[in-house]
């Protein structure tokens, strides 16, 4: 599904990713980790598009296409979903009316026929009850004034409506409480089946407990230094990324 | 006839309001106020008076709804009311009366009025008041006055609907006057449906008792020029003046909002903020001046501009200006410009909305934050469905 080769990434003319390797197959769940400031989230914005990364060498094909050369639209509209770690607060513009354009430009994409109100709000309110995400962000505008548990499970109910096939998530369980985790997880979790990937990006592995990944890799100063499987968040957890050895292995 | 020539005497139905013109003035290019905004061409274009053209005003039947009083007016004359039933709004037209004003546009439209327009309301509305003013002429300049009038502890929400179907250029110059009881709560709305040959001056102004509220929300776009002169002279005490207004206009349209508020009683909160949106070439003027006179004491002022440029080449020429000759207020003034913001239009285009898209999405989202002032929600509603917004 993805295949990164030789990634070189700079923001504001900082090199951030430096040679970075990454493959990631239909149906498989990666986890991301690595200290602060190691490139993770440079790497998920680099894949959503996102305008702060400059792409110096190296390159990226999605289901077997450039993706350097796609829009972030293009890329959505191909099933790249990024959940951002801080999503952006959009005064003025209602959630559901949001969430229904980006729908139905999305059917719009795949030459599907657009769904209508009714249809739309029904899709909707069954999703938040079974998943059980408090339907009051729903007539709020676009993350303003949401908590941050609110944010994060908005950018679940998209994630859910859209059924993206790449998701990329940065942090989705920062500012949650163990409740709130398990929502989400079990929302992630019923999205999955052998065509859809994830690319998780956490510190922590609370949330590879309940999202179990079929790799771990560990990146340190822009490239991946060790890849493994759960085993190695285990170890982190108990040893921490000091006593990871300097042995780069991957996969 | 050209109204810079001022070869319109034959017209003249008020010689009084002519006096105070010809005392006052038109604004001419040397204006300070006027700089960005040059009235020239208006002045130098040849309309005919008043020349009406028909229309069909079943077909905006479909604005009447249970939720409000309505009152259709074609070029400022009622034609047709739903109001009746209520008697607790007048309407009714007299011989004018004097009045006064430092803006030489209001006496240019009560020089060819002979009548005034005059809405009474007498006691608290449970519904609001929906005046669909339907403007249709040809080639013409269009004067009108109407009279708001609230009687003492009453609340009311209106909203003015402006509607165009006027053919070739025509030039409006509506007078709004806003009278308040002691203690009367009017919370106004005035929203613009123009078309791109028509040039709209709204000149306001207010007789405010002691205690009043007047909140007023002005949503322009797509005259070729459009101003909003706010004349407020507040006497009373425990005042409270809001204008909060939005202006979006693209190509070479131009747009101003021009306010000279006094305030010479005590407790008085007068805010004025403007949001414009400029594409392409267009401009706009925020022309604000709040003086505090020494017995205006425990004012409370703001003055905001806020502007999106969403071209190289459209300008913004903002001026909020406080004169204050007192020592006990507090007074905010400020004039922001910037883009559009980058991580909001990325946002959107990573769920797959286009970026067109996405930026029109974020145009209306500005738009609907000046709306939401708006407190009545079945008028706040209204207006969102006449701009076709958020619609899920």
């Known amino acids: 599904m993805l295949d990164i080769q030789n990634l070189h990434v700079s923001i504001n003319k900082k090199e951030i990713l430096k040679g970075l390797n990454l493959t990631i197959k239909a149906g498989e769940v990666h986890a991301l980790m690595g200290v602060n400031g190691s ?29 350097l050369i796609q829009s972030a639209t293009q890329r959505a509209n191909d099933g790249i979903f990024m959940s951002f770690q801080n999503p952006v607060e959009v005064a003025g513009i209602n959630n559901m009316y949001f969430l229904k354009t980006a729908l139905n430009e999305k059917r719009k994409s795949k030459q599907q026929e657009e769904l209508n109100a009714a249809s739309f709000l029904k899709l909707v309110k069954n999703t938040v009850k079974e998943f059980g995400i408090d339907d009051s962000i729903l007539k709020r505008n676009l993350n303003e004034g949401f908590s941050g548990g609110e944010k994060k499970r908005n950018e679940l109910l998209q994630l859910l409506i859209l059924e993206p ?18 929502i989400v997880a079990n929302g992630i979790n019923s999205l999955l089946d052998k065509n859809k990937s994830v690319l998780m ?50 996969f | 006839m050209k109204l810079f020539e001022l070869d319109f005497k034959n017209h003249i139905k008020d010689t009084i309001a002519y006096e105070s013109l010809q005392k006052l003035k038109l604004p001419n290019k040397k204006t300070e106020e006027f700089k960005k905004f040059n009235l020239n061409d208006i002045f130098t274009t040849q309309y005919k008076l008043n020349d009406s053209t028909s229309i069909t005003l079943d077909k905006y039947k479909y604005l009447i709804s249970d939720k409000f009083y309505t009152i259709f007016l074609l070029n400022s004359q009622i034609k047709e009311s739903h109001t009746f039933v209520n008697e607790n709004i007048q309407y009714s037209q007299n011989k004018k009366k004097c009045t006064t004003s430092n803006n030489a546009l209001y006496h240019l439209g009560e020089t060819f009025l002979e009548y005034e327009n005059n809405i009474n309301i007498s006691k608290n509305l449970d519904k609001p008041l929906l005046l669909i003013n339907l403007c249709a002429a040809n080639n013409s300049f269009i004067p009108s006055s109407l009279n708001f009038s609230l009687e ?28 308040l009881s002691k203690s009367a709560i009017l919370n106004y709305t005035k929203q613009e449906k123009f078309l791109e040959n028509d040039s709209v001056f709204f000149n306001f102004n207010s007789d405010l008792e002691q205690k009043s509220t007047l909140n007023i929300v002005s949503i322009d776009s797509n005259a070729k020029k459009s101003l909003n002169s706010w004349d407020f002279i507040l006497n009373n005490e425990n005042i409270s003046l809001s204008i909060n207004a939005i202006t979006n206009i693209n190509k070479r349209k131009s747009s101003a909002n021009i306010a000279n508020i006094i305030h010479n009683g005590k407790n008085i909160t007068s805010i004025v903020n403007v949001r414009h949106i400029l594409k392409d070439y267009s401009s706009a003027v925020f022309d604000v001046k709040s003086t505090i006179n020494k017995k205006a004491i425990n004012a409370n002022i703001l003055q905001s501009s806020q502007t999106t440029l969403l071209s ?57 934050q000046t709306i939401n002032k708006i407190q009545n929600t079945i008028l706040k509603d209204f207006v969102l469905k006449i701009k076709g917004k958020n619609n899920v």
Do not use: W
């Open chain 1, 39 to 67: 490139g993770k989230s440079t790497l998920a914005k680099t894949l959503s598009a996102h305008y702060d990364c400059l792409v110096s060498s190296g390159q990226i094909k999605y289901k077997n296409k450039d993706l």
């Open chain 1, 201 to 250: 990006i956490t510190h922590y592995d609370r949330m590879l407990e309940l999202i179990k990944p079929d790799f771990v890799h560990i990146l340190q100063d822009g490239k991946i230094i060790k890849t493994g499987d759960y085993s190695l968040a285990l170890q982190l957890e108990k040893s921490g990324f000091k006593n990871l050895g300097d042995k780069h292995e991957t």
């Open chain 2, 152 to 179: 003492k502890n009453c609340t009311a929400d209106i909203l003015e609907l402006f509607i165009s179907e006027n053919h070739q250029e025509c030039f409006l110059n509506v007078n709004r006057a806003f009278n």
């Open chain 2, 312 to 368: 190289d080449d459209a300008q913004i020429n903002a001026q909020p200006r406080l004169l204050i000759h007192t020592d006990e207020l507090e007074a905010k003034h400020s004039a922001t410009c910037g883009a559009i913001n980058e991580e909001e239009l990325y946002y959107l285009t990573s769920r797959g909305i286009s970026k067109n898209k996405a930026l029109n999405m974020i145009i209306e989202s500005l738009e609907t």
């Open chain 1, 165 to 182: 096939d790449l998701l990329l998530l940065d942090e989705i369980d920062s500012g949650l409480d163990i409740d709130a985790i398990k």
